[in-house]
């Protein structure tokens, strides 16, 4: 059983198109985000959702918006894509206000703007 | 912010050498955890340390959170150790949010 799901794996598509990305986990989480890793494989926070409610927006360009429909899902849709979109999105959960935080990540999403 | 510094940047071994990656932090934290990135791009949960020992087969951890650092040992390390290793911690007054180290790139040889 997979606990963290992200579709699509692979996503391939020219400047200026609107794209989104899906993620689901099945841990029973209440808490969800989206990291982005860069080419130089720096990861970084972009959005966090605690119970269907944000709680972190990082400096994201708002061509970037989250939606979670559920404390299950959280979704990821972009506008207007450009060059510098071309990244590695993480999904990750984790519980909240417990002792032991641990978040777990997705398989990633590999984005390639042309 | 917190800052997360990890070293040595690269490591090259040979199949069977042991080796040790350090993570410092600048300011306390609630959550460390480690992670290896395999050559797949797949993020994989190491551990999970904001302080004390740990130890999985021939992976162990130690974080001293006091002085602000944490260890990785990796012994007699087999291909299958390379990719790359993360360090990230958070503190709860940022929202939960990892702020993750620039990682240690470790190759294995035969």
């Known amino acids: 059983d997979t606990a963290v799901s992200q579709t699509p794996k692979y996503l391939v598509t020219q400047m200026g198109n609107d794209k989104s990305i899906k993620c689901e986990q099945n841990?029973?989480?209440?808490?969800m985000y989206w990291y982005k890793q860069d080419s130089k494989k720096f990861l970084k926070i972009m959005f966090s959702?605690?119970?269907?409610?944000?709680?972190i927006n990082e400096t994201v360009p708002n061509r970037f918006s989250p939606k979670s429909p559920d404390k299950a899902h959280l979704n990821l849709h972009i506008n207007s894509l450009e060059l510098g979109d071309s990244a590695v999105y993480f999904c990750?959960?984790?519980?909240?206000?417990?002792?032991?935080?641990?978040?777990?990540f997705g398989p990633g999403t590999r984005l390639t703007v042309l | 912010g917190i800052q997360v510094e990890q070293s040595p940047p690269d490591l090259i071994l040979q199949e069977g050498a042991n080796s040790t990656l350090r993570c410092n932090f600048s300011?306390?934290?609630?959550?460390l955890q480690w992670f290896h990135q395999n050559p797949w791009g797949q993020l994989i949960n190491l551990f999970y340390i904001p302080s004390g020992t740990k130890q999985n087969g021939r992976l162990s951890a130690t974080t001293v959170a006091t002085e602000r650092y944490s260890l990785l040992y990796i012994s007699s390390s087999q291909t299958t150790d390379s990719g790359v290793y993360f360090c990230?911690?958070?503190?709860?007054?940022?929202?939960?949010?990892?702020?993750f180290g620039e990682g240690t790139q470790l190759t294995v040889n035969p």
């Open positions: 959702y605690n119970n269907k409610e944000l709680i």
């Open positions: 990750a959960s984790s519980a909240w206000d417990t002792t032991t935080d641990t978040q777990y």
């Open positions: 990230a911690v958070n503190r709860k007054t940022s929202g939960s949010r990892l702020t």
């Open positions: 300011d306390s934290v609630n959550n």
């Open positions: 841990l029973g989480h209440d808490t």
